[in-house]
């Protein structure tokens, strides 16, 4: 599938380029550790480096980076990024704008009265026909210092302009800087069409082999990464 992405021409070689989540994966998994002790097992046990849908989940899409360096300090957003003048008179040019607390009131994500943040986008996002854009928080990014909201977009049909990225700031000790990079939003293409939901009840074949399966993940590791898991390109 062909993803384009489009900006200002006068910022073609200053801005961070959308990239492979694969090619984002943060510092802490792979310096993690695959194995530690457990005081439950009384043995080495595997941890979530090594289970291939938690790093497949990491790794599937793209990610959409923070244009420039953002300084934070007693709840203060500030940064310093002079910008040429642009081509695109309707183009923002500050990496962050807010949402008023009072588009939270009444759901889970409310923090009044701090306000959300939101992220501009700096890129515009085409998908093929019939593919929308789904947007959500860099996956298993419980790291990164704000949450964001997710959402889906008709990019094939909405792309003239960039999608912007609301965020709820969960780090309120937070002080210093989040860097240019940070991958702020993990993306990925939704086919969109209805679904059929058919829930039946398992067949003697059905039975069997789940009985089977299940015998064989019991009797050690890897039994989906080796058997069941589509390797992934290189990104």
């Known amino acids: 599938m062909n993803i384009v992405f489009r900006c200002d021409p006068a910022l073609i070689d200053l801005l961070p380029r959308p990239m492979p989540a694969k090619a984002a994966l943060p510092d802490w998994l792979r310096s993690m550790a695959p194995r530690v002790p457990s005081v439950v097992h009384q043995r080495s046990i595997r941890t979530v480096k090594q289970c291939p849908p938690f790093v497949d989940a990491m790794a599937h899409g793209f990610v959409i980076p923070l244009p420039c360096d953002i300084q934070v300090q007693d709840g203060q957003f500030s940064w310093n990024w002079p910008l040429p003048a642009l081509n695109v008179a309707q183009h923002p040019r500050a990496p962050l704008s807010f949402h008023v607390p009072e588009q939270m009131a009444g759901s889970p994500l409310a923090r009044s009265p701090q306000a959300a943040l939101k992220f501009n986008s700096f890129w515009t ?21 704000f949450r964001l909201i997710s959402g889906l977009v008709d990019a094939d049909r909405f792309n003239a302009v960039g999608i912007n990225f609301p965020a709820i700031w969960t780090d309120p000790g937070f002080s210093g800087v989040l860097p240019r990079g940070t991958p702020v939003a993990q993306c990925y293409p939704v086919l969109r069409e209805p679904l059929a939901l058919v829930c039946e009840p398992m067949q003697a074949a059905q039975v069997q082999g789940f009985d089977a399966l299940a015998e064989q993940i019991m009797r050690g590791p890897g039994v989906y990464r080796r058997g069941y898991r589509n390797k992934r390109p290189a990104s």
Do not use: F, K, Q, Y
């Open 125 to 145: 996002v085409e998908l093929p026909a019939g593919w929308s854009l789904m947007a959500t928080h860099p996956i298993n990014r419980e790291d990164l210092p």
